[in-house]
């Protein structure tokens, strides 16, 4: 049974950067499609950031492509989410995700494992 345990949000001031981290435990997160949710204050969770399980490519939306960088460590078992030029929109609880797909998806619904979300607030 995976289990992800999230870490690294925090206040940052318009502009700024934080690292968010996803311990995995339980299995190795090598085969399993991979994803950061992004959920805002009153608004459901959506998927900001994903990984390939087939063809191994991060794929972003469009509101954080060039800001937010997705990465794994195998050695590690942990996956990141680095957030750069943060804007108050990207306020809200960030969760990390894995599916058992071959794949990827932007529907939470298809994903298996969540970490327990951690939270990031942009704010001068």
């Known amino acids: 049974q995976l289990q992800l345990v999230e870490s690294g949000g925090g206040l940052v001031q318009p502009g700024g950067s934080l690292r968010l981290s996803c311990a995995a435990s339980?299995?190795?997160?090598?085969?399993?499609?991979l994803a950061w949710f992004h959920q805002a204050p009153g608004k459901e969770r959506e998927g900001v950031a994903c990984f390939d399980s087939s063809d191994r490519i991060n794929y972003y939306q469009d509101s954080v492509k060039g800001r937010f960088t997705m990465s794994r460590d195998l050695a590690k078992n942990t996956m990141y989410l680095q957030m750069n030029n943060l804007k108050p929109e990207d306020t809200g609880v960030y969760f990390c995700?894995?599916?058992?797909?071959?794949?990827?998806?932007?529907?939470?619904?298809?994903?298996?494992?969540w970490g327990q979300g951690t939270q990031v607030t942009v704010s001068s």
């Open positions: 339980g299995s190795t997160l090598e085969p399993y499609a």
């Open positions: 995700a894995a599916a058992r797909l071959s794949g990827s998806s932007w529907y939470p619904e298809i994903y298996d494992y």
